[in-house]
């Protein structure tokens, strides 16, 4: 199946009370490791890339190439969003031009009169593009590729008036933070969520942060409109723990060093399973 904009996938997670994990990817093996799992588990499945990770892999380009030559050659058959996550207004237009099915466009830093024009202006540009849009209003907590967030509580106003401006889906802050969550954190804020549910009524709402937050609140902030969900530090951590131990363990380099594939396959087997966990969390397995 070809790339796919987000649209569809949101509709359906709101109408079957579930969310679709976006999962940030930033190499080969990664990409590999959720779309395999995405398609043992018939789950529809969006790829976050930041620009970070885009400038990494040397570009929007190869990243879209690499994605579509991927689903082909692995035959994968779910819906699969290749999506910009925290774009900037540059970085949104590069990635829809190189062929993104979905972008963010994180206007969150900007005044709220400047997020509006230039959310606006990336949705008409999306369109011409067939690819689905998502915004930000207030700040995630922590640090993500560099993005600071002071974890602020979004406005529901001005959630309503930028889920007006022709977006797809709208990540709001609730308490959020990107990172592993601190001893002391309050917990997602969800008389905020349901107030920005009840002025934005059907938009599908998208929980930033996902690592780590316990299993009850993600079922709750679903059931209060939360659609997409993404994930990136608990991959991370899984993948750093296993090549750790593939390393102290000394499987092979004494004789020739590390065989790069052998390397990276235990922390692609633990992306797998965090993938899969995530998942069975978000109720998205066998919704593709
Ligand atoms: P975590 O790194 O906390 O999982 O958050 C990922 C994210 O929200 C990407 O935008």
Redesign the pocket.
Same mark, same amino acid.
Request: net charge negative; glycine share 18%; hydrophobic share 30%.
């Given at each position: 199946m070809p790339l796919v904009n987000a649209k569809e996938m949101m509709e359906k997670a709101r109408e079957g009370h579930y969310a679709v994990g976006?999962f *940030?990817i930033n190499n080969l093996e990664w990409t590999k490791a959720i779309l395999q799992t995405a398609e043992e588990l018939h789950a529809p499945v969006m790829l +976050?890339v930041?620009e970070g990770a885009n400038k990494y892999m040397t570009g929007y380009l190869v990243v879209a190439e690499m994605v579509k030559a991927m689903i082909k050659t692995l035959n994968i058959t779910v819906p699969v969003a290749l999506h910009l996550? %925290?774009g900037t207004y540059e970085g949104a237009k590069k990635a829809l031009a190189a062929g993104y099915s979905s972008v963010?466009f994180d206007g969150s830093k900007y005044p709220i009169d400047e997020n509006i024009e230039k959310t606006k202006e990336i949705v008409e540009l999306a369109k011409q593009y067939n690819a689905s849009v998502e915004a930000e209003v207030g700040a995630?907590g @922590?640090e993500?590729?560099g993005v600071k967030g002071n974890g602020e509580l979004a406005d529901p106003n001005q959630c309503k008036v930028i889920a007006d401006c022709g977006i797809d889906m709208l990540?709001a802050g609730i308490g *959020?933070? %990107? +990172?592993?969550?601190p001893a002391n954190w309050k917990g997602l804020n969800f008389d905020v969520l349901a107030a920005i549910k009840a002025k934005c009524g059907d938009m599908p709402l998208v929980? %930033?942060?996902?690592? @780590?937050i316990p299993e009850d609140m993600i079922k709750k902030a679903i059931s209060l409109g939360v659609c997409k969900? *993404?994930? *990136?530090?608990?991959?991370?951590l899984a993948f750093a723990k296993a090549t750790r131990l593939y390393i102290e363990e000394g499987k092979d380099h004494e004789k020739k060093g590390f065989d790069p594939r052998k390397l990276l396959a235990p922390g692609a087997e633990a992306i797998k399973e965090t993938v899969k966990q995530k998942m069975e969390m978000f109720g998205c397995i066998n919704k593709a």
């Open positions: 976006a *940030n +976050g930041s996550d %925290h963010m995630i @922590g993500e590729d990540a *959020n933070i %990107h +990172g592993v969550y929980l %930033h942060g996902g690592t @780590g969900i *993404n994930v *990136n530090t608990e991959c991370q």
